[in-house]
């Protein structure tokens, strides 16, 4: 089974909360970070954050701060990305990717399609 | 921020061509770059790390080099499954920051 896997596609309306998640298997999922990152339709790929599940430890890129929420359970070794108030914009694929002791991202979630509209 | 700035943004090539890709950071990353391969409806690949370093697996006809502020990715001799876009990203700096892509065309 492939290390990152992600939860289903959702199609929500404008104002509404989501959050979306993507459990680590067949590994330590307290040793490695796990980043988002964002693909909106027919874009390129923008980084929105990362964290560390053994602590919490949360970056941001200055993009997504205060427009998203990252959390991670480790005991259920799940990472989470959450919004409180969606907006159309927020229409796109967001992936979750694990951050290798060298620092690329080798293992890739299959993505996670939201679509926003009312 | 540290701003990729990926070229071009996309490309015309048949088999056997060689494409080149350049990546210029705004300020130094060291060798903190990787290049990934997606195509339409995949998620990315890692195709290279630390600027030149071949993931196990990925055919030698992929190739990386640079260090600093630029870097350049080659495919020395283009193949069929190799049309799709390619990104860099460094992650020397938070927060990490992708090129804006390239898409590599059939001509």
Redesign the interface.
Known sequence: EAPLVQSGAEVKKPGESLKISCKGTGYNFTTYWI?W?RQMPGK????M??IHPADSDT?????FQGQVTISADKSISTAYLQWSSLRASDTAIY?C?R??A?????S????TLVTVSS | ?IQMTQSPSALSASVGDRVIITCRATLSIGS?L?W?Q?KPGE????LI??ASTL?SGVPSRFSGSGSGTEFTFTISSLQPEDFA?Y?C?Q?NT????????TNVEVK
Do not use: C, M, N
């Open positions: 980043g990152v390129g790929l923008e980084w954050g990362i970056r941001y890129s200055p993009s992936y990717a951050r290798e060298t620092g690329e991202s080798d890739w979630g299959q993505g | 921020d903190w990787a990934y997606q998620a990315p690949k890692l790390y630390k993931k876009t990104y990203q992650y938070y927060p990490w920051t992708f090129g804006h892509g």
